[in-house]
């Protein structure tokens, strides 16, 4: 068997043209406007912040670049996202991860706003999700995960998914993301035993431990759907998690690495942002809005 590849880059061009028309077609003089905090000095983070500019220039979404330096306090990091929560003409809210040390991540994404959390990271959502609320914003790469694994066509429903990592940005979320498909989902992580025996089991795999090409072909049934999300560099050249050679000798569909899921993570990052900001627009014309811009 080879394995038929899920293009990411292809699907993504796609849900981004999509929304290029739909940012054409709104009212004038109302453009959905993303924030991104940088702190620090990061070149990762740096690369990535630019890339998701580009993207959002590319389908006429503001992007606004918030550049901090790495020494600064939580307190001071607060205040800069409590402003742009009260800004009306930000819709969505990003801090680029990690945050250098002396900051706690998760006081300064429980600080952003739910509704223009467009990362999906505050608890709030978190948790949102794990009721399996339909308004809940969820995060960009377990939604694109979810997209990739729709154009497989397979049915979701009763499969067994075996997700390697349990981050909360990634394993954690699709997991329950996968969970609220109906899959049954086994969660794997650095203290798994028998990885390899439980990852055979699987009818779904998704991979995102940051292990170069961990999952062999003899890790894998016959069949099985393999997203691969890991961004790793070995000898100056990009590769998964999963050795993708071997494995799609087995698997029937397969993302490759560039080209699978990283691309579709920006695509739902400002998809995020869009629907935020037709959300946050109907609430401001609703008459009974009582925050403080509509009162003013
Ligand atoms: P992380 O380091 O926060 O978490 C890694 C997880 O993998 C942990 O839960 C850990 O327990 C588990 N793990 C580590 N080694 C393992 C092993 N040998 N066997 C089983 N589990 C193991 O990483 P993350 O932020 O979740 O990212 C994971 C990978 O995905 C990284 O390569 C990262 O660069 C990539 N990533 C890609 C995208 C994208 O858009 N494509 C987005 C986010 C992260």
Redesign the pocket.
């Given at each position: 068997m080879t394995a038929t590849i899920l293009d990411g880059k292809k699907l993504a061009s796609e849900i981004r043209k999509e929304l290029s028309s739909k940012i054409s077609s709104l009212s004038e003089g109302f453009t959905p406007i993303l924030a991104v905090i940088l702190v620090g000095e990061n070149e990762a983070s740096k690369i990535y912040v630019r890339n998701k500019k580009k993207a959002a220039d590319e389908i006429g979404m503001g992007c606004e670049i918030i550049e901090l330096a790495s020494s600064i306090g939580e307190n001071a990091l607060l205040e800069t996202i409590y402003e742009l929560n009260d800004n009306p003409h930000i819709n969505g809210i990003i801090v680029q991860l990690p945050l250098p040390p002396h900051i706690n991540p998760l006081h300064i994404l429980s600080a952003i706003s739910p509704l223009k959390d467009v990362d999906g990271f505050n608890p709030y959502n978190a948790g949102l999700l794990a009721c399996k609320e339909d308004n809940a914003i969820i995060s960009?790469?377990p939604k694109?995960i979810l997209r990739l694994l729709k154009q497989s066509g397979v049915e979701l429903s009763g499969k067994h998914a075996v997700v390697?990592?349990?981050?909360?940005?990634?394993?954690r979320p699709t997991s329950t993301l996968l969970l609220n498909q109906d899959c049954t989902v086994s969660i794997?992580?650095?203290?798994?035993q028998n990885?390899p025996e439980i990852v055979k089991q699987a009818d779904i795999i998704v991979a995102?431990?940051?292990?170069p090409n961990?999952v062999k072909k003899d890790w894998v049934k016959e069949g099985a759907i393999v997203i691969d999300?890991?961004?790793?560099k070995v000898d100056n050249k990009l590769c998964?998690?999963v050795d993708f050679t071997e494995v799609s000798s087995v698997a029937s569909f397969i993302t490759p690495?560039p080209g699978?899921?990283?691309p579709?993570?920006?695509a739902m990052l400002l998809e995020n942002t869009f629907e935020a900001a037709i959300k946050q627009q109907s609430h401001h014309q609703h008459q009974h809005c009582k925050c403080k811009h509509c009162q003013s």
């Open positions: 960009a790469t694109g390697i990592g349990r981050s909360n940005i990634v394993g794997t992580h650095s203290h798994t990885l995102a431990c940051g292990c961990l999300v890991g961004i790793n998964g998690d690495v699978g899921v990283g579709m993570t920006v």
